[in-house]
């Protein structure tokens, strides 16, 4: 015969009930006495697990709400961004209170978002924390108007975009802004062997393009200022065959000769924005990660570059899955 389990949170049969009574109290009200008396971890001796060193990094990543950012024009728009901040943590310490981190941002949440209004918050819950170093980063999608190639129409093109801000130990504060521009890539040999086959057999055939992906990151140097249209314009200055919103058969016929104008390989794409970038003042440091999403093979071709400052970006990227649209 099977005997029966004591269940502690669930009545059984026969039962008065449970053993552990479980209810929520809403009307129950915290004091100052009774939240002084609440056990609190950062008082605890010996309670480090594992190596006792310091961390780099600790934080919340992706906690979300809206936030006001400037347009290159002073307009104002509300955004829905994904925040990550994070402080460095002395090896004597067992940890933070992360809820700090999320406080000091809603406190400056009214603000208009800007890289420097982020030195601020950085700040603020650098010395709340009593860290030596800290890093935020503010993700958002960033529209764009854009009118078409020759009809007129225009339409909303959005932009991956990202602030970010660290505040080093020596109290450096550095600036970055992430930039994913999305074009179409004409394969320069596929034109090439085509147009072979036209002039030699007139055989019609179509060059392969696809749909590609440029992640640019820059540090803004100290003093400058640099908008996300700036960004932009340097992205289209470079690449030029940005993919269209709104489009008429004019339009469409149009882009056909501005991918047959600016055909390029992966290698062409990343040393057309070195050049860009490395010519404005405003850029201390950039790195650009492209992705042509090839529709002649099953994989991709990528490339990385960067300006070469020592200490800056290495071309280091290698998360090319995040640049799949």
């Given at each position: 015969?099977?005997?029966?389990?004591?269940?502690?949170?669930?009545?059984?049969?026969?039962?008065?009930?449970?053993r552990i009574p479980r209810a929520y109290d809403a009307r129950f009200k915290v004091t100052p006495a009774y939240r002084a008396e609440?056990?609190?971890?950062?008082?605890?001796?010996?309670?480090?697990?594992?190596?006792?060193?310091?961390?780099?990094?600790?934080?919340?990543?992706?906690?979300?709400?809206?936030?006001?950012?400037?347009?290159?024009?002073?307009?104002?728009?509300?955004?829905?961004?994904?925040?990550?901040?994070?402080?460095?943590?002395?090896?004597?310490?067992?940890?933070?209170?992360?809820?700090?981190?999320?406080?000091?941002?809603?406190?400056?949440?009214?603000?208009?978002?800007?890289?420097?209004?982020?030195?601020?918050?950085?700040?603020?819950?650098?010395?709340?924390?009593?860290?030596?170093?800290?890093?935020?980063?503010?993700?958002?999608?960033?529209?764009?108007?854009?009118?078409?190639?020759?009809?007129?129409?225009?339409?909303?093109?959005?932009?991956?975009?990202?602030?970010?801000?660290?505040?080093?130990?020596?109290?450096?504060?550095?600036?970055?802004?992430?930039?994913?521009?999305?074009?179409?890539?004409?394969?320069?040999?596929?034109?090439?062997?085509?147009?072979?086959?036209?002039?030699?057999?007139?055989v019609y055939s179509i060059p392969h393009s696809q749909r590609s992906k440029a992640r640019v990151s820059v540090e803004v140097a100290?003093?400058?200022?640099?908008?996300?249209?700036?960004?932009?314009?340097?992205?289209?200055?470079?690449?030029?065959?940005?993919?269209?919103?709104?489009?008429?058969?004019?339009?469409?016929?149009?882009?056909?000769?501005?991918?047959?104008?600016?055909?390029?390989?992966?290698?062409?794409?990343?040393?057309?924005?070195?050049?860009?970038?490395?010519?404005?003042?405003?850029?201390?440091?950039?790195?650009?990660?492209?992705?042509?999403?090839?529709?002649?093979?099953?994989?991709?071709?990528?490339?990385?570059?960067?300006?070469?400052?020592?200490?800056?970006?290495?071309?280091?990227?290698?998360?090319?899955?995040?640049?799949?649209?």
């Amino acid at each position: 015969m099977k005997t029966k389990s004591k269940l502690y949170l669930h009545p059984t049969e026969g039962s008065r009930g449970t053993r552990i009574p479980r209810a929520y109290d809403a009307r129950f009200k915290v004091t100052p006495a009774y939240r002084a008396e609440l056990p609190d971890m950062m008082a605890a001796s010996e309670a480090i697990d594992g190596a006792k060193v310091g961390i780099q990094q600790v934080g919340v990543s992706n906690f979300r709400l809206p936030i006001k950012v400037r347009t290159k024009r002073s307009g104002v728009l509300t955004v829905e961004a994904r925040v990550t901040g994070t402080v460095s943590l002395e090896a004597e310490l067992k940890g933070i209170n992360m809820s700090r981190i999320v406080r000091s941002f809603y406190e400056h949440k009214d603000g208009v978002f800007t890289l420097e209004w982020l030195g601020r918050i950085l700040a603020a819950y650098l010395q709340r924390i009593k860290s030596k170093e800290a890093r935020l980063k503010v993700a958002f999608s960033y529209p764009i108007p854009q009118r078409s190639l020759r009809s007129g129409l225009e339409g909303w093109q959005y932009y991956e975009v990202a602030y970010e801000a660290a505040l080093t130990h020596t109290g450096r504060y550095r600036r970055f802004l992430h930039f994913d521009f999305v074009y179409s890539s004409a394969c320069p040999c596929s034109a090439e062997l085509a147009e072979h086959a036209r002039d030699r057999r007139g055989v019609y055939s179509i060059p392969h393009s696809q749909r590609s992906k440029a992640r640019v990151s820059v540090e803004v140097a100290t003093g400058r200022k640099l908008a996300i249209e700036d960004l932009h314009a340097h992205c289209l200055n470079a690449l030029q065959t940005e993919t269209q919103v709104m489009v008429k058969r004019e339009d469409e016929q149009a882009f056909a000769e501005l991918n047959g104008a600016y055909i390029k390989f992966v290698e062409d794409a990343a040393r057309l924005l070195y050049r860009e970038l490395n010519g404005d003042p405003r850029i201390r440091d950039f790195q650009a990660a492209c992705a042509h999403l090839e529709s002649l093979h099953s994989h991709d071709a990528v490339s990385v570059i960067c300006k070469g400052v020592k200490g800056g970006y290495a071309a280091d990227f290698l998360d090319f899955g995040q640049l799949v649209c």
